[in-house]
């Protein structure tokens, strides 16, 4: 896999699945904030049910939905993502946003660290949405599932462009066999929430 080539594209195109997720999911929560008794169309059955998600103090941890810190997230990583299509890694657009080549560094880390506290985030929602509100909401594993290759890759990209200080055995397996951690952290997912639900799936 061509990182160089691939990342840029990783961004957008997941940044744009992601933006398009948190502004319909913000959309439905204000709708749902203006009347608790309205019918959201992501209200599948019991089991899926944006409105049993959404209706939670998880979901408006800050005060505020969750999904306003996605679409500020999202159109960050657009940017950057756009940034690094049409300039490359040694672009002089990234010089202009950063000020100098050196600057690149911390930018990048910058990135890895945000992907981070998201995708951190990202898992604590999931939990509390499988194990404590029991009900999944289809815009919100629509985030969770570009915001784990974005961590990921974000991630693996650091490390091949030696921004990190230090060098591990598990980031080289990690950068190694990217395509089957994903694919891992996918089924993973998947049966825990199939396990919780088994009730639902297999009466």
């Not at 913000?26 to 089991?47: G, Q, S, W």
Request: with cysteine; glycine share 6%; hydrophobic share 50%.
């Amino acid at each position: 896999m061509n990182l160089k080539k691939l990342f840029p594209y990783i961004l957008i195109v997941g940044s744009i699945i992601g933006l398009l997720a948190s502004f319909i999911l913000t959309v439905d929560t204000i709708e749902l904030i203006k009347n608790p008794n309205v019918e959201l169309p992501c209200n599948i059955n019991p089991f899926i049910s944006c409105t049993s998600v959404a209706s939670t103090w998880q979901a408006s941890i800050f005060g505020f939905p969750n999904s306003l810190l996605g679409i500020v997230a999202f159109s960050m990583l657009f940017v950057i993502g756009i940034m690094l299509l049409f300039g490359g890694s040694n672009s002089s657009l990234l010089d202009k946003v950063t000020g100098e080549n050196r600057a690149r560094k911390p930018l990048w880390l910058l990135v890895n660290l945000g992907t981070l506290a998201t995708m951190t985030f990202v898992m604590w929602f999931f939990f509390e949405s499988v194990y404590r509100i029991g009900s999944l909401c289809i815009y919100c594993m629509t985030v969770w599932v570009v915001t784990w290759p974005l961590f990921l890759y974000t991630t693996i990209w650091n490390f091949r462009e030696d921004h990190f200080k230090f060098s591990c055995s598990s980031l080289r397996f990690i950068s190694k066999y990217h395509l089957q951690v994903l694919v891992t952290l996918y089924l993973v997912g998947i049966l825990l929430i199939l396990f919780q639900f088994k009730d639902f799936f297999f009466s």
